[in-house]
C-alpha cells in the first residue's frame, strides 16, 4: 500500500514539471510571437517596476546629497586656498612696488652723479620729514663721519632740492628749496636764454601755492622763454657750477614793474624726496 502511495506521488510530481515545462515553452512562443508580452507579465512586470522605482528615488537622493555635501566642501577649501593665495599676491605686488621705486630712485641718483664734474657724491636716505617743517626741511642718515659739511649742496632725482644748513656726526639737516624763511636757500642761479645770452640772479623767494622758486630782481634784456633750463651759477662760491635747478614756467613783473620775476618749475619732486646725493668737491 505505501509503495502505491510512494509511485503515485512520484507519478504525480513527474506530470507537475511536464506541465510545469510545457507552459514555459508555450509562454516562451507566444511571447516571441507577440509584439507584447502577455497581461499577467505585464501586471508582474509594472509592479517590479514601480517597487524599483520606489527604492530608487530616496537612494538617489540620499546619493545626490552626500555628492553635494562633499562638493560644498571641497568649495569651500579651495575657497580658503584662493584667499590665502590672494592674500599673498597682495603682499608681494606691494613689495614690488616698493622695490620698483627704490630702484627707481637709485637709478637716478646714479645718473645725476655722471653731471657732477669735479665732484663726487654721497648717497644718503632721509631719516626724518615731519609735517610741521614739510617744506622747509628734511634729516638724512650721513654727517660729519661722512664727510659732509655745511652749505654742501643736495640733490635729489634730476635737479637740485637744498643746501645742508646743520652737520652732526652721523646725521645732517637738509634745509630745501621750498623752505619760504628769508635767509634760506639764497644760492645764485643762471639761465641762458634763446639768444644765448645768460641771465644771472639768485632765489628771492618760494610760491608754496604755485609750487615755483622765484628768481627776482632781474634787469636784464635778454630774451628767455618757458622752458628755458635754470642751473647753478657757482657765483657764490659754495655750490658749484652745473647743477640742474629746474626750468622757466612764467616770466612777469614785479610789483614796481622796473625788474622781472621768474617762476621755475624745480626739476625735482619735493614732495617725494627719500633718497639723496651730497655733492662734495673733489
Known amino acids: 500500500m505505501q509503495k502505491f502511495f510512494s509511485s503515485r506521488k512520484l507519478v504525480i510530481v513527474i506530470v507537475c514539471l511536464i506541465i510545469s515545462f510545457g507552459l514555459m515553452t508555450v509562454s516562451v512562443a507566444i511571447r516571441n510571437k507577440r509584439s507584447t508580452p502577455p497581461l499577467i507579465q505585464q501586471f ?5 517596476g514601480f517597487a524599483d522605482r520606489v527604492v530608487a528615488v530616496p537612494m538617489n537622493g540620499i546619493q545626490h546629497g552626500f555628492v553635494s555635501t562633499k562638493n560644498l ?8 586656498r584662493l584667499k590665502s593665495k590672494v592674500d599673498q599676491l597682495a603682499q608681494t605686488q606691494v613689495k614690488d612696488q616698493t622695490l620698483e ?11 645725476v652723479g655722471n653731471t657732477l664734474t ?25 654727517g660729519q663721519a661722512a664727510g659732509i659739511k655745511k652749505d654742501m649742496p643736495v640733490i635729489a632725482g634730476p635737479g637740485l632740492i637744498g643746501t645742508i644748513a646743520e652737520v652732526n656726526k652721523t ?3 637738509v634745509v630745501l628749496v621750498s623752505n619760504t624763511a628769508e635767509n634760506s636757500n639764497r644760492f645764485a642761479i643762471q639761465i641762458v636764454g634763446s639768444d644765448s645770452k ?3 640772479g639768485i632765489i628771492t623767494s618760494y ?23 635754470v642751473s647753478t651759477s657757482g657765483l657764490g662760491g659754495v655750490i658749484p657750477k652745473g647743477i640742474y635747478v629746474g626750468t622757466v614756467a612764467k616770466i612777469a613783473e614785479d610789483d614796481y614793474g622796473l625788474a622781472k620775476k621768474i617762476y621755475i618749475k624745480p626739476a625735482a619732486n619735493l614732495n617725494d624726496i627719500e633718497v639723496v646725493s651730497v655733492a662734495v668737491r673733489d
Open 44 to 48: 508582474g512586470n509594472d509592479i517590479v
Open 73 to 80: 566642501l571641497n568649495t569651500y577649501q579651495e575657497n580658503q
Open 101 to 111: 621705486r627704490e630702484n627707481k630712485q637709485l637709478k637716478r641718483q646714479l645718473n
Open 118 to 142: 669735479g665732484y663726487q657724491k654721497i648717497n644718503a636716505a632721509v631719516i626724518t620729514r615731519t609735517p610741521s617743517s614739510w617744506a622747509s626741511q628734511v634729516i638724512i642718515n650721513k
Open 171 to 173: 646725521n645732517s639737516k
Open 198 to 200: 645768460v641771465v644771472n
Open 207 to 229: 610760491d608754496s601755492q604755485a609750487n615755483r622758486i622765484v628768481m627776482g630782481n632781474i634787469t636784464s634784456k635778454a630774451k628767455l622763454t618757458k622752458g628755458d633750463r
